[in-house]
């Protein structure tokens, strides 16, 4: 049974940091490109950052030069790393898994889902 479970999530001031993981299990996720979507009330779910196991790192423009997505293929575990966060980054976020090649940025291309974790930033 294949698992994405985040956790790291909670409340913070703007301006501070979190580090978000997710622990994947029930499956090699070699071939998976994996990433992190964020999904703010009222709005759709929309991707933040991903990668694969090896290889380059892909970001939103909203978060570029704040936020670090890194994983260790020992653990296999992602990590979404959020430096000065905005109010704005306020929602709650997911970890996916994708069997496809390339960069994957839609969410309805995803075949794994985490169960959430809610992010916080107050101003």
């Known amino acids: 049974q294949v698992q994405l479970v985040e956790s790291g999530g909670g409340l913070v001031q703007a301006g501070g940091s979190l580090r978000l993981s997710c622990a994947a299990s029930?499956?090699?996720?070699?071939?998976?490109?994996m990433a992190w979507f964020q999904q703010a009330p009222g709005k759709e779910r929309e991707f933040v950052a991903g990668m694969r196991w090896i290889g380059s790192e892909y970001y939103a423009d909203s978060v570029k030069g704040r936020f670090t997505i890194s994983r260790d293929n020992a653990k296999n575990t992602v990590y979404l790393q959020m430096n000065s966060l905005k109010p704005e980054d306020t929602a709650v976020y997911y970890c996916a898994a994708a069997y496809r090649s390339g960069v994957v940025t839609t969410a309805a291309r995803y075949d794994y889902w985490g169960q959430g974790t809610q992010v916080t930033v107050s101003s």
């Open positions: 029930g499956r090699t996720f070699g071939s998976y490109f």
